[in-house]
């Protein structure tokens, strides 16, 4: 777009690209318009045909209103880009997240086709507003860039622009489609945001706080600290803070979970967790692995792995037993445990919820992993890796306990490194 404006800037003429037609904006209030204002703009904007009888209609000069005086004549089409999608909400970057707009978000897998271009076609004889003649714009690569952004190509082929990767639709301040990965709030969220349910991947700059119920179903990134909140995540779940007070449900995660401090929480992760800090007052169960790095203490909590546990130092509360256990699947089973308190909740509450058939199947499917995983168990030798490992000590009375076999510390062990690998064979070094 080319802009002339008059010496005083109150009126200004715009020219499309390829002087394709032009529009005219008059902001002056105070006194009249000469012609020869309007006249002299267009001399040194080159515009020689197409002149629209709107040039000189007195009834189009409303103040600050943009109007059209010229345009290629019997121009078939203006480029524009026809998205397949409705929602506005799609195009906001950063939103006031809650849970009404967070449904109407569009996420797209790869390869999905987002929209078209329409751009004009017309022969090479016709000629635009400065009498120059055009070429043929029908997939014009000029046009294409202009709408091009992240994570999007052009396929020549349909004539549509198309998702590279998987993730939300965003239309930027300049009008390009972009394919965003993931989902960024840029603040804290709390309980005013309800239950929110998204589809792909969600970083959090700030805070959670009090929330009710959130389902990522990609990962999920916070980047400060988790209280009272129920949260539920498909892939990974990194907290760059605590975990505090998640006692309710808690923190489910089928992939890994990386966080420091837990306080007073439940945290479920099916495949490995790792703190940098302390354990405190809290249940955690990491089906791969369970870990705190950088020294950090178990104090009052049960942590539970089908594989490894590796902490550096284990105590108990005055009122409070310290546990650690090897078992088979204890994230399959605390999945069918909140499952099965979901469905009788269901069906005491709302016996015609159609999401009764859903929960009933996944629990069904659930059981049979479990089964299949006793049964491998009990047929085959048990890895020599699988263990229990506390490398700063134990406090006297703290429970051990590697698949069926269990023993609870006589005497206080604080300064001596403890490996119980495969109890359940008699092995207790």
Known sequence: MEIFKNRDEDIILEVAENALWATLTINREDRPIIQDEITELIKEAGIKEGF???LNSETNRVIGTSFKIAEVPGLDEVPSLDIFFSNEEIYFKKLPLNESNASKLIYLHKETPIGKLKIATYSLSKKNIRGEYLLALDGDNGEIAKYLGEGVYYNNETKEFVSDINGY?????????NVLSELVIEHNINREYGNIYILGNLRIKGNV????RIHV???LEVEGNVYQSNIFVDNNFKVVGNIENCESIGVVCKGNITCEEIIKSK?????????????????VIGDELVTITNGGTVMASNLSSAKNIIVDKVL?????ISSLEITVAPYIKEELLLLSRE???????????AKIATLIETITTLENQLATKIEELLESEPEESIGITVNG???EGVILRVLKESQTVKEDLKDKKIELINLRRGKDD
């Open 267 to 283: 945290v479920f992760a099916g495949g490995e967790f790792i703190s940098s800090g302390d354990i405190s007052f809290s249940k």
């Open 169 to 177: 639709l965003h239309l930027d301040s300049k009008g390009r489609l």
């Open 217 to 219: 179903l990609g990962d």
């Open 316 to 320: 108990n509360d005055s009122t409070t």
């Open 343 to 353: 469905l009788v909740y269901l069906q005491e509450s709302n016996p015609s919820d």
């Open 393 to 395: 000590g134990l406090e």
């Open 52 to 54: 629209l009888n709107s």
């Open 209 to 212: 706080n009090n929330l009710q």
